[in-house]
Each structure stands twice: as C-alpha cells, then as structure tokens.
C-alpha cells in the first residue's frame, strides 16, 4: 500500500489522519499497521483511545496502569486510533487523559518508534486541547500536513445498500 514502507519505520516517520467520521480513516489506519505488522513482521498496537482511557482509570485502582502503558510502548508501531476520543470541539481532555496522550506520544519519540494516529481534527485542535509539546512531535514524526480524508461517508453508503437490499425483500413478500 505505502511504497517502501521500511523507510517510514527507519526514520521514525507516522502518519496523521484526520477528518470527519465514517470517511475510511479507522479502515486506512489498520491496512497499514497490517501491512506492517503481518506482511513485514512489526511489532505493533492499535488501540482505541477512548475506550483505553476508560480502561486505563479502570487500572488505576488495580495497580496495573504502569503495567498496561508498558504493555503499549514497548511496540514498534503504536496505532492510536480517534485520538479525538469521541470528543466533541467543545470538550477538554481531563489532566489525567492529557497526561496519558503524552506519555505515549513522547514515548514513541524518544525511543523512535512509529505512531500512527487517527482523528476528527486536524493540528490546531491539537494544540488547543493537548498542548505544544504533543503537537510539536507529532508534527516531526507525521509531517506539517495531516492527511485529510473527507468527502465520502462509507457508513452512509452501507446504510443506502442495506436500505435497497431490504426493499427487494418487502417487495418479495408482498
Ligand atoms: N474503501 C472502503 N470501501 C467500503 N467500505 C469502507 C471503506 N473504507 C471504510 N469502509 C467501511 O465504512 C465504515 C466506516 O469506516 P471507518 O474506517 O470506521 O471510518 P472512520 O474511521 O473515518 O469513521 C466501516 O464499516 C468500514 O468498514
Ligand atoms: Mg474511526
């Protein structure tokens, strides 16, 4: 799918995807970690964000946080899926949700992995609600320029075959 994809991996290079729901972003975003993780033997993750910080507050109380975040970061292709963790424009990131989101950019960065992000907002979001410091190494690692990806709503398009497939059917019965 990506043309010499070994490179990305040795430059420490990501890839931001951003836009709208139902647009292919989750689908483009586990074709790639496939390609990596099955056809070229990485070491990865994809995870959800929302539903790991529910987790990941689940764990405080059990003493396993640490445990899990370790679990993560010891990958070498971390996939975070909707970073926008179902967010709204209008909604903030508690401290403990920002601090999460940093520990696993930054470490990412440090130890030079490869992150693969997805989201409904592009940088400007991310400054706003994750601060300079998570902007500023996503953008080293996934480039000045998110890619969009807008324009076609594949969950509307299932939604119009399931409709006309259901039509043929009433029109049987009666
Ligand atoms: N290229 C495609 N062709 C057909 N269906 C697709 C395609 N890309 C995604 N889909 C389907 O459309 C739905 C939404 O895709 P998803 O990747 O979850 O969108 P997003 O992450 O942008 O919300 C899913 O059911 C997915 O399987
Ligand atoms: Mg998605």
Same mark, same amino acid.
């Given at each position: 799918? /990506?043309?010499?994809?070994?490179?990305?991996?040795?430059?420490?290079?990501? @890839?931001?995807?951003?836009?709208?729901?139902?647009?292919?972003?989750?689908?483009?975003?586990?074709?790639?970690?496939?390609?990596?993780?099955?056809?070229?033997?990485?070491?990865?993750?994809?995870?959800?964000?929302?539903?790991?910080?529910?987790?990941?507050?689940? %764990?405080?109380?059990?003493?396993?946080?640490?445990?899990? @975040?370790?679990?993560?970061?010891?990958?070498?292709?971390?996939? @975070?899926? &909707?970073?926008?963790?179902?967010?709204?424009?209008? &909604?903030?990131?508690?401290p403990?949700?920002r601090?999460?989101?940093?520990?696993?950019?930054? %470490?990412?960065?440090?130890?030079?992995?490869?992150?693969?992000?997805?989201?409904?907002?592009?940088?400007?979001?991310?400054? &706003?609600?994750?601060?300079?410091?998570?902007?500023?190494? /996503? /953008?080293?690692?996934?480039?000045?320029?998110?890619?969009?990806?807008?324009?076609?709503?594949?969950?509307?398009?299932?939604?119009?075959?399931? &409709? %006309?497939?259901?039509?043929k059917?009433?029109?049987?019965?009666?």
């Open positions: 799918m /990506i043309l010499n994809i070994d490179k990305f991996i040795k430059n420490n290079w990501g @890839l931001f995807i951003y836009g709208p729901p139902s647009q292919g972003k989750t689908e483009v975003q586990s074709c790639v970690v496939n390609e990596l993780c099955i056809d070229k033997d990485y070491k990865g993750i994809m995870v959800n964000v929302k539903r790991l910080m529910g987790d990941l507050k689940d %764990a405080v109380g059990k003493g396993t946080l640490n445990k899990i @975040l370790d679990t993560i970061k010891k990958n070498e292709i971390i996939a @975070l899926n &909707d970073i926008t963790g179902g967010k709204r424009p209008q &909604d903030e990131f508690s403990f949700e601090g999460i989101i940093y520990e696993l950019v930054d %470490a990412v960065y440090e130890k030079e992995k490869t992150l693969i992000i997805t989201g409904k907002y592009n940088y400007d979001w991310v400054e &706003d609600k994750l601060g300079t410091d998570v902007k500023d190494r /996503i /953008i080293q690692m996934c480039g000045i320029e998110p890619i969009l990806m807008k324009g076609h709503n594949f969950r509307e398009e299932h939604g119009k075959k399931r &409709d %006309a497939e259901v039509k059917m009433i029109q049987k019965i009666s």
